[in-house]
Each structure stands twice: as C-alpha cells, then as structure tokens.
C-alpha cells in the first residue's frame, strides 16, 4: 500500500526542485527524503525525476502525477489545519510563513517567550502566499502585494528593506570608495567585476535590480558563490573576503561588530516594502498582534 507520506515528499521535491529545499519544507533529513522517493518511485513503476548536479527535473511522468494528486493534497493540508484548530481551543496556534534569515533572526530569540503554538514555514512568497489564501498559513512576512479580488487577505506595510552593498573586513575597498565619491560609476563597475561575489539563490532577483537601477544595465556577470541563504553569505563574509548585495536589516549587528563592511548604499535607493500579509477570518487576533509587535519593535 502507497504511504501517503510518500506523495506528500515528491509533492515538496517537485515544488522546491531540490531535495534538500524538500527536506527544509518538510522538517526531515534529506535521506529521508531520498527514501521516500525512491519508495514512490518502485512503487509506482516509473521514473519521476532526472537528477541532475543542481536540480531535480520532473519526467513526464512526474508531471502527470503531479497534476493528478496536487488538488487532494492540498484538500487534505487544509482540512489537517481546520481539524488541528478545531481541536486545540486551549492553546491557540499561529501558524506562520516568512523567509527562514527573518525567521532566525527576528522570530527564534522570543520564542520561548511566547504564550500559544507556533507553527513556522519557509519558501518562497509566491508558495507562501498560496499557502495564505488556501487557509493553511495565518500570517506571511512578504515584500510582494498581490492584489485579487474577494480575498480574505490583507496587507499592512510595517518596514522596508533597502539591499546594500557590504564585504568582508579583509577587503581592500579602498579604489570602490575612490570612484564612489569621484561619482565614477564607469570605473567603479569595472572595479566591483574583479570581485570575489556571493549571492543566494532567492535573492538575485535584489542583484540584479539593484546593478539595474545604480548603472542602468544588467550585472555582466554572476556571482562566484552562490549559498543558500543571507545567513551563510555573512557567515563566509564575516572576517573574510569578497562582496554580497544583501537586505541592511540582516546585517546590522555584524557591520556594528565590524566583522564585514558596510560599502554603499547605492545612488538610488534599492528598497523593498514589507507587509503584515493576514487573513481577515483569523480567529487568534491577539497572538497575531504578538508576532506583529515582535517586527515592528526590531525592524524600526
């Protein structure tokens, strides 16, 4: 018999493209996740991916199945969420979505501070988003306002997020400032190539606007790392060498400590407006509050 657990597990590889963003999606081990997989696969008779160095494909198979199960299991997620609800009138739960940097540094240092259940979730704001107006999520942390008609969801600005431009504190920046105060964008383009670069995945969307709008063009060129998160940038930033683009609010403590460099803040200011996302029906109103108060007191 086919463990339902097993379609929940090609459902997320399927959505995230990798098993290890499946891995993260579903709190388990990335073996896990590999064996689950493998189970479906034997189970069903017929290959589901191509793996491949950097993503998984889905085979036309794959796709096939995915179209065929998607809709029950999204039925499922909710009426999981409903009963979960229904059924713990005692301890109030939230359950939440935001990206995992804002989570960890936002989030994780109250949490045994706080007085009801909460349920965390990570991935990308269109997925988040979805989860927001399916009933699954209650609250979403997101920089992107969709606007659809008879939706249960509303947007309340609280922050910004401006994208500087910060390096290690081994450094040398010395001809990056030159050209800065010079206003020399010519040359001090061809001075940020000869670069070691860092990125992550989720926010080249931020490089590539940002290079956009402070020398009118697109970056021409990639960077050379690129990590999973804002969290590891830093990390392989802090005390070291190289040049990332990332949100201020992310790296505040460690410019302060001064184990990397703020650099620029660009000519034209790169932001990006964060919203409370919520649902109008939500039922805990004042543990939103909570969460929200959380934000609004450390990103002012």
Not at 110 to 120: N, P, Q, R, S
Request: aromatic residues 12%.
């Amino acid at each position: 018999m086919v463990n339902l657990e097993w379609y929940r597990t090609f459902k997320e590889i399927y959505e995230n493209g990798t098993l290890t963003k499946a891995s993260i999606a579903l709190y388990a081990s990335q073996p896990g996740v590999s064996v689950h997989l493998n189970a479906l696969e034997a189970y069903v008779g017929k290959k589901l991916f191509e793996r491949t160095s950097r993503k998984m494909i889905p085979t036309e198979d794959g796709k096939f199945l995915y179209e065929y199960i998607i809709e029950s299991l999204k039925k499922l997620e909710i009426a999981e969420q409903h009963f979960k609800k229904t059924t713990q009138e005692k301890n109030p739960s939230l359950n939440i979505g935001m990206c995992s940097e804002m989570f960890q540094l936002i989030i994780e240092p109250e949490i045994t501070k706080l007085d009801f259940d909460l349920v965390a979730r990570f991935g990308s704001h269109i997925d988040l988003i979805k989860d927001l107006n399916n009933g699954i999520l209650d609250l979403v942390i997101t920089p992107k306002k969709q606007n659809e008609k008879k939706s249960l969801v509303e947007y309340i600005p609280f922050s910004k997020e401006r994208i500087v431009l910060i390096a290690g504190n081994k450094t040398d920046t010395t001809q990056i400032q030159n050209h800065i105060k010079s206003n020399d964008f010519n040359k001090l383009e061809e001075v940020l190539f000869q670069n070691i670069w860092y990125s992550s995945s989720n926010e080249m969307e931020h490089f590539r606007r940002f290079w956009f709008e402070n020398f009118n063009k697109k970056p021409a060129f990639k960077p050379n790392y690129i990590l999973p998160n804002i969290t590891s940038i830093i990390r392989c930033l802090n005390n070291g060498n190289g040049l990332a683009l990332v949100p201020d609010f992310l790296c505040q403590e460690q410019i302060l400590r001064n184990e990397i460099n703020l650099v620029w803040e660009g000519k034209v200011k790169t932001e990006n407006t964060l919203y409370f996302a919520s649902r109008t029906d939500l039922k805990y109103k004042k543990e939103l509050d909570t969460i929200k108060t959380i934000f609004t007191s450390k990103m002012k």
